[in-house]
């Protein structure tokens, strides 16, 4: 038995008895090597590490985004629940082209397909016009896919009548997202724009009909402005086309751009006519990563019916043993958005939607009233569920601050909330904007009324030169910055004042 023990002296200790820590080597996070090197930013780097380390590192890092939950500046969802992440998780690694080997995931989205295209009511009364409908990356794409049906309709229109396929043209508002500016730029159309005023920050049907003609492939009607939220005429703007239409021997359709507004207005404004109910309306997108409550990654395109899909913009592949029909831009995606988005349908079902639209609706409605309340802002959104469920304002007089100073502070707090400009000839118009998603809460708009109630009295503290020095300083640049400079000068490079989305 032993009750007396010693320390031994290092030198009477083997190599193999050497501690780890001598040796270099721990297996504690902040402990290893790893943890003292500048992590890899240029190179592959020739060593492994381990898989703890590498996760740890990047959360870190990761770290310093800002919160998702604090995001008012996105209509891109920022909460699922823990069913559908579960959903994800178990199906990331099936690719969604790869019908034949997973065809339930196929089948999901024909599921969806027949749910969207019902609820933006599709005419389903006749076998030989059902509507036809694809998933793709987000609305962009849809957008993408609808401008080149449009285009290829129209050419082969043309060319059956002997005519010239020269000079593409799209109408559509200044107010419209950038992605409209990339597919008429990749997909060469001209692109016709139909300009805000003071007064009217959205499409005047009126003045967009009028700017139709023989080479118009087709109007974009936005279904919730990314600017104010404002629902365009669809329904003027359809009755104004069909007698254009008529007295000029034309056939132009309208494309509704429904990419937050789709899972909107159908539960909040189920009376208001703006998708296939109208008879000009021959496609829409929606974005299910919006307010179809799923996480970024997926959007929809809807036609009409299939007499709108040109055939040969669809690919019959025989792929991995099967015949398939393909019309999207990429090819390889994981299939989990899809069952993400059909998860969201069959859970909420038109009850559930109703309930989040109509709360986020009523949340909107009572930050307008505090914002009304401090005298100090005016609003530029619509309210009451006529509108997208967003606050947009500005401040009524000048003071010695902006609203680009506030949305700085605010984020100072943790907020996250855009100051831009109004679209192209109302951009002298400085605003603010904060969306309503799903999470964003009563109790958690009263936090943000606080937070913004102390950063303004703070700015009424502050001098005008201070404000100005803290306006330049915080930028953090990244390597982006220097991808940035190299385009900026080139000539035909576009500087979109507004990377709202
Ligand atoms: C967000 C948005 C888009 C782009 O959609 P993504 O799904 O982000 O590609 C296009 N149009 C409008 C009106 C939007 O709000």
């Not at 199906?91 to 397909?113: G, H, M, T, W």
């Not at 009126?206 to 279904?223: P, R």
């Not at 967003?390 to 502070?409: G, Q």
Request: proline share 4%; charged share 25%.
């Amino acid at each position: 038995m032993v009750f007396l023990s010693n320390a031994i002296s290092a030198s009477r200790l083997s190599d193999s008895e050497q501690t780890d820590v001598q040796k270099g080597f721990s297996s504690t996070i902040y402990g290893t090597r790893w943890s003292i090197e500048p992590i890899p930013r240029f190179e592959l780097p020739k060593d492994e590490m381990p898989a703890n380390v590498a996760y740890r590192f990047i959360k870190d890092e990761l770290a310093l985004d800002g919160n998702p939950l604090l995001n008012l500046a996105s209509f891109v969802t920022t909460y699922m629940e823990d069913e559908a992440e579960k959903l994800m998780a178990e199906n990331l690694s099936k690719n969604f082209i790869d019908y034949e080997e997973y065809p339930v995931s196929a089948e999901l989205q024909n599921r969806c397909v027949n749910i969207i295209a019902r609820l933006f009511n599709a005419p389903l009364d006749k076998p030989e016009a059902e509507a036809m409908g694809v998933s793709t990356v987000g609305s962009s794409e849809a957008i993408m896919l609808a401008v080149l049906a449009m285009k290829k309709r129209w050419q082969g229109k043309r060319r059956a009548e002997g005519k010239s396929t020269e000079n593409p043209n799209l109408i559509m508002g200044a107010n419209v997202q950038v992605c409209w500016e990339k597919a008429c730029r990749y997909l060469e159309v001209d692109e016709r724009y139909v300009y805000c005023t003071e007064k009217m920050f959205v499409l005047t049907p009126e003045k967009a009909v009028e700017l139709v003609d023989e080479n118009t492939i087709g109007i974009c009607a936005i279904l919730g402005s990314t600017y104010t939220g404002h629902y365009e005429d669809v329904k003027t703007l359809n009755d104004l086309l069909v007698e254009k239409n008529e007295a000029n021997n034309l056939d132009v359709p309208i494309h509704v751009d429904a990419a937050s507004g789709g899972f909107v207005a159908p539960f909040v404004c189920p009376d208001l006519e703006w998708d296939f109910r109208l008879p000009l309306v021959r496609s829409i997108n929606v974005s299910g990563h919006k307010y179809g409550l799923c996480y970024a990654g997926i959007g929809w395109a809807i036609w009409r019916s299939a007499e709108y899909l040109p055939k040969e913009l669809i690919f019959n592949i025989n792929y991995l043993g099967s015949d398939q029909a393909s019309f999207t831009l990429n090819f390889s995606k994981s299939a989990a958005h899809v069952i993400a988005q059909y998860y969201v349908l069959i859970r909420l079902g038109r009850k559930g939607f109703t309930s989040i639209m109509h709360n986020i609706t009523n949340t909107a409605d009572h930050l307008i009233e505090r914002l009304e309340k401090t005298g100090r802002f005016e609003i530029l959104s619509e309210r009451g569920g006529r509108g997208l469920p967003l606050v947009a304002f500005r401040l009524k007089k000048e003071y010695h601050y902006n609203e680009f100073d506030i949305a700085n502070r605010l984020r100072e707090h943790g907020w996250i909330v855009p100051a831009y400009t109004m679209a192209p000839h109302a951009e002298h118009i400085k605003l603010i904007r904060v969306v309503v998603r799903e999470d964003f809460t009563l109790h958690r708009c009263d936090d943000f009324i606080r937070d913004l109630l102390n950063t303004l009295s703070l700015l009424d503290k502050l001098d005008a030169k201070s404000i100005a020095v803290k306006r330049t300083a915080g930028q953090r640049w990244t390597l982006l910055k220097n991808v940035t400079l190299a385009f900026k000068g080139h000539k035909d490079a576009s500087f979109k004042q507004n990377s709202i989305c």
